[in-house]
């Protein structure tokens, strides 16, 4: 009889072993997907905020400028591998690490339209992903541009 008892008892303790371990097995798998997940968001929070960065100092550079044209100068001489377009639209690629690249090993990509009317210049910027074209940060600048004023006729 003793040896019932012990078959019982030991298939009882496969059983209940086997149990725990499908439990921790499945556990570990949603935890595994969780991590998975919270890296993939980290990521692209990383990403957007460094394209954010990348804006705000362009955005900074538009707000000292002068004028159109010195701002096309300032961005040429800070950005070389910068493409005017005809329609007046600038074209600032940027790589995976989001440093200034060519083209062609252009990740994304910042689109500059300035629009100068009197004494404003509105600037739109874009950054988009090349890979599936998805805007990652949009901004509208506005900057006034000061007249210039002769002070030879005020003193006579």
């Known amino acids: 009889m ?25 556990a570990s798998a949603i935890c ?9 968001l980290s990521r692209d929070a990383a990403m957007l905020q460094t394209a954010v960065h990348q804006c705000t100092g362009i955005a900074e550079l538009i707000t000292v400028s002068q004028d159109s044209d010195v701002m ?16 007046g639209s600038i074209q600032i690629y940027f790589d995976s690490e989001m440093c200034p690249s060519t083209a062609e090993k252009g990740a994304y990509l910042l689109t500059l339209q300035p629009n100068e009317q009197e004494h404003m210049l509105t600037v739109d910027l874009q950054m988009n992903r090349l ?26």
């Open 131 to 156: 890979s599936d074209n998805s805007s990652l940060y949009t901004q509208q600048i506005l900057h006034h541009i000061p007249r210039e004023v002769s002070f030879e006729n005020a003193t006579n």
């Open 32 to 40: 595994v997907q969780i991590f998975v997940k919270a890296h993939f």
């Open 72 to 87: 096309v100068q300032t961005l040429l001489s800070l950005y070389p591998d910068t493409q005017q377009q005809p329609d």
């Open 2 to 26: 003793s040896r019932t008892n012990r078959a019982r008892s030991s298939g009882l303790f496969l059983l209940e072993l086997i149990v725990a371990i499908l439990f921790f097995a499945l």
